[in-house]
């Protein structure tokens, strides 16, 4: 399928992130992992990175998480865990946050969740600018241009908000980032 072409029955911007989808395959080896974070600048919590193979069925209303509201996005995330062919996640506290820089814990969330789907996946897109090895590659925005990078968008960020209610009762505490301004002594 040709970027742009309009896949039938969906919106015309949920259709443009399947079309990207389809023509990343086609000058790279598929099925396409796409992948996220949630949390890069919070000043408490996690970061959490998903990475997601969509499977055949288109889900709708897929878009970038920060686009939706969050019915919605707990909507497609059940769709996404039902119909995604794999899903990975992973988690880097507050502590490992503060201990290592968030930047090295978004690198290595990435790193880690595209590489558990290597089996999976022919080839790797991830949402930013971080050099992310060879089979993987980075382009700002993705999660507002690709179905598989939104997919992880939504994986990300209804689970690191879920984290975060869990966690709303308490004040400042170990799931803070003490390292950040405005939160240590």
């Given at each position: 399928?040709?970027?742009?072409?309009?896949?039938?029955?969906?919106?015309?911007?949920?259709?443009?992130?399947?079309?990207?989808d389809?023509?990343?395959?086609?000058?790279?080896?598929?099925?396409?992992?796409?992948?996220?974070?949630?949390?890069?600048?919070?000043?408490?919590?996690?970061?959490?990175?998903?990475a997601?193979?969509?499977?055949?069925?288109?889900?709708?209303?897929?878009?970038d998480?920060?686009?939706?509201?969050?019915a919605?996005?707990e909507?497609?995330?059940?769709?996404?865990?039902?119909?995604?062919?794999?899903?990975?996640v992973?988690?880097?506290p507050?502590?490992?946050?503060?201990?290592?820089?968030?930047g090295?814990a978004?690198r290595?969330?990435?790193?880690?969740?595209?590489?558990?789907l290597?089996?999976?996946?022919?080839?790797?897109l991830?949402?930013?600018?971080?050099a992310?090895?060879p089979?993987v590659?980075?382009?700002?925005?993705?999660?507002?241009?690709?179905?598989?990078v939104?997919?992880?968008?939504v994986?990300?960020?209804?689970?690191?908000d879920?984290?975060?209610?869990a966690?709303?009762?308490?004040g400042p505490?170990?799931?803070?980032?003490?390292?950040?301004a405005?939160?240590?002594?």
């Amino acid at each position: 399928m040709l970027s742009g072409t309009r896949l039938s029955g969906l919106p015309q911007e949920e259709s443009s992130l399947y079309a990207f989808d389809a023509a990343w395959v086609l000058c790279h080896c598929g099925p396409l992992a796409g992948a996220d974070e949630a949390g890069r600048g919070a000043l408490a919590g996690p970061l959490v990175a998903a990475a997601v193979v969509l499977g055949e069925a288109e889900i709708s209303g897929i878009n970038d998480s920060k686009l939706l509201r969050p019915a919605l996005r707990e909507r497609i995330f059940g769709a996404l865990l039902r119909q995604a062919e794999a899903v990975s996640v992973v988690a880097y506290p507050a502590w490992w946050i503060d201990r290592h820089g968030v930047g090295l814990a978004n690198r290595e969330a990435l790193i880690r969740v595209l590489s558990s789907l290597k089996a999976q996946a022919g080839c790797g897109l991830a949402d930013g600018n971080l050099a992310l090895g060879p089979e993987v590659q980075s382009l700002p925005k993705a999660d507002a241009r690709s179905a598989a990078v939104a997919a992880a968008s939504v994986v990300a960020k209804v689970l690191r908000d879920d984290a975060m209610r869990a966690l709303s009762e308490q004040g400042p505490c170990r799931v803070h980032r003490l390292s950040y301004a405005g939160v240590g002594a």
